[in-house]
């Protein structure tokens, strides 16, 4: 949340993971809605494709390294140590996920109940969701009061996965979250700090050490009570974009099979598939 470059950095990780969630988890209820169920991560069948979880791996601890060194510069003020403190065990416990989640695929030894996975995702969301925007006010307070809701969105999705992970609409509000949680942070991070594209009589958020707080400053009232509504206005355009390109991916998955994602015809499928040839009756014949 301290810059453009970190906001960049998350629209880099999370736009294109509920990208990909969305294409593998469509094509997947496509081939079969009666064999759907959710997955920790869809992986590909060529090893390569999968170098986005491996680079989450690597890159999520230095990330979370990187709070814990904001902790320490900022020890001064309790706001912002709570704050990068919390960003940083956010950042641990994802990390941990994307551990379980490769150990699982590598190891069948090492068995993890899909349903409680799915319980710490919600719950790493909400530890998320306490810190988003911790210490900011004004415009960028709301712009993370957004954020923050969409976090929500993505832990109760989580949650209801826990619970019944044939649940395709929680996949798909998941996958759209994280897809809308991209974008957002992408617009925030030009919208609130840059002076490019900064709110008309408004300054861009700068880090300063002299405040508990951090705000974007405007000329007039007039000025701040525009760039909420803009802000506002905003969001709403963005779930719009994101809702309806969903729906038209969706489609486009739906009329073309060429499509869809390889995992839709993966190992998982194929073994659902057995157990569902296996449950079904055998015809009976009469014999002449």
């Not at 988890?25 to 009666?34: G, I, M, T």
């Amino acid at each position: 949340m301290a810059s453009l470059a970190t906001n960049f950095t998350a629209f880099l990780f999370l736009f294109p993971a509920g990208l990909r969630r969305l294409l593998c988890s469509s094509s997947l209820y496509l081939k079969n809605p009666s064999l759907f169920r959710s997955k920790l991560w869809y992986f590909s069948d060529q090893r390569h494709k999968n170098l986005d979880l491996y680079f989450l791996i690597i890159s999520l601890p230095i990330a979370s390294f990187s709070e814990l060194f904001f902790f320490l510069t900022f020890s001064g003020h309790p706001t912002f140590r709570f704050s990068f403190f919390m960003q940083s065990a956010s950042l641990f416990l994802f990390w941990v996920l994307i551990i379980i989640i490769v150990f699982r695929e590598t190891y069948d030894a090492f068995i993890v109940n899909e349903s409680f996975a799915f319980l710490f995702v919600g719950i790493s969301f909400l530890v998320e969701y306490s810190v988003v925007g911790k210490g900011i006010v004004g415009l960028g307070g709301e712009a993370y009061n957004l954020l923050g809701e969409l976090t929500l969105i993505c832990a109760g999705a989580c949650f209801v996965l826990s619970i019944r992970p044939t649940a395709f609409f929680a996949e798909f509000f998941l996958s759209c979250g994280l897809i809308f949680k991209g974008t957002w942070l992408l617009q925030t991070g030009f919208s609130l700090y840059t002076d490019t594209f900064a709110f008309k009589g408004c300054q861009k958020i700068s880090l300063s050490t002299a405040s508990d707080f951090i705000d974007s400053k405007c000329n007039l009232e007039e000025d701040g009570l525009r760039g909420v509504a803009l802000i506002n206005l905003l969001f709403v355009a963005h779930a719009i974009v994101v809702f309806i390109g969903s729906f038209v991916l969706f489609g486009l998955l739906s009329s073309h099979k060429n499509l869809r994602h390889g995992e839709a015809s993966g190992p998982l499928l194929a073994q659902l598939e057995s157990d569902s040839s296996l449950m079904r009756p055998v015809p009976e014949f009469e014999l002449e």
